[in-house]
């Protein structure tokens, strides 16, 4: 199974070799499939076009028997690791940004898990490498790592050790790498929980998305561009006002009154925060634009 509710953006090709230009605008999960059913027609692939949540985790995840971590957002990464945990599933966790990455396999039962490691996800907005950049053959290094991970742990062959209790880092910038062994912690807000009884959080709050002909026909909308101001700079709908989400988090929005408000960013993560947080400043009904400026710009 392979599950993502994205569509692919040209800014993708650079580091998500099953894409092609021809595949920009598709989903991602469906242009996945058959490139991989292309290379092996033996296989049987199930393309799922949905976000993971609380409603279909426990649904999907009690049909897998590894669980492989290439999302690019700190809430998808801690239920997808919460969820493993208490249905039991290893998962092969794997992070890139920049010229860093990083690749483990959290155990159930074994070994550390992700709240070992990193008790807490960041707080306010943090760039994933969409937004933040990242070397493109280095998440082909980490997805990699985490492929031959993950085969271990299907084969299952007591010589096969994983890396389960170790952090495998390296560094682009000098091609360094090394491993940090990493330990279960005895007061660990997850593993040291009964699983059965642990409480899974959601990915998001719950936002209304419109895609962008249902934007244009809200009556007297407000646009609300929440990149940062260079960004802003490089190209914006007509009429949109830059509120970037890292002034957002410290005070009051300060807009306009306005009955609709339309929340983009580049793909469409950072409008999921600061729907939110317009919703609580009582600015007017707040709408995310589907896919953000890049997909509006494709269609």
């Known amino acids: 199974m392979i599950i993502d509710h994205d569509r692919v953006d040209v800014s993708n090709l650079h580091r998500q ?27 049987a692939v199930e393309a799922l076009p949905e976000r993971l949540d609380l409603d279909n985790v426990e649904r999907l995840f009690g049909r897998a028997d590894v669980v492989i971590d290439g999302s690019d957002n700190y809430a998808t990464k801690y239920l997808a690791a919460d969820a493993a945990l208490k249905f039991g599933l290893p998962v ?18 074994e070994g ?6 990193f008790p807490e996800a960041p ?16 998440v082909g290094m980490a997805g990699a790592v985490q492929a031959a991970e993950a085969i271990k742990l299907l084969v299952g062959t007591p010589a096969l050790t994983s890396l389960s209790g170790r952090l495998w880092l390296v560094d682009a910038r000098d091609m360094g790498s090394r491993q940090l062994a990493i330990g279960k ?3 660990c807000p997850a593993c040291s929980l009964d699983p059965a009884g642990l409480e899974l959080a959601g990915t998001a709050p719950a936002v209304h998305e419109i895609d962008h002909a249902q934007a244009q026909a809200l009556p007297g909308a407000l646009w609300v561009d929440v ?19 890292s002034r957002l988090h410290t005070g009051e929005p300060g807009l306009p009154d306005a009955e609709h408000l ?29 896919g953000g400026y890049r997909q509006a710009a494709v269609d």
């Open 17 to 43: 070799v099953l894409f092609a230009e021809a595949d920009i605008g598709r989903p991602k999960v469906e242009a996945a499939a058959a490139r991989l059913t292309a290379i092996n027609g033996a296989i």
């Open 92 to 109: 092969v966790y794997g992070s890139a940004t920049g010229m860093e990455a990083m690749v483990t396999v959290f155990l159930p039962g």
């Open 112 to 117: 550390p898990c992700l709240r070992c490691l």
């Open 123 to 138: 707080s306010g907005w943090v760039p994933n490498c969409a937004e933040a950049g990242v070397l493109g053959p280095l």
């Open 185 to 187: 912690r005895p007061d």
């Open 227 to 245: 990149r940062e101001p260079d960004e802003y700079a490089a190209g914006h709908f007509s009429g949109a006002v830059n509120l970037p989400l």
């Open 262 to 290: 339309v929340v983009y960013c580049a793909t469409g993560m950072r409008c999921r925060a600061a729907a939110p947080l317009l919703e609580r400043a009582g600015t007017g009904r707040v709408h995310v634009l589907r």
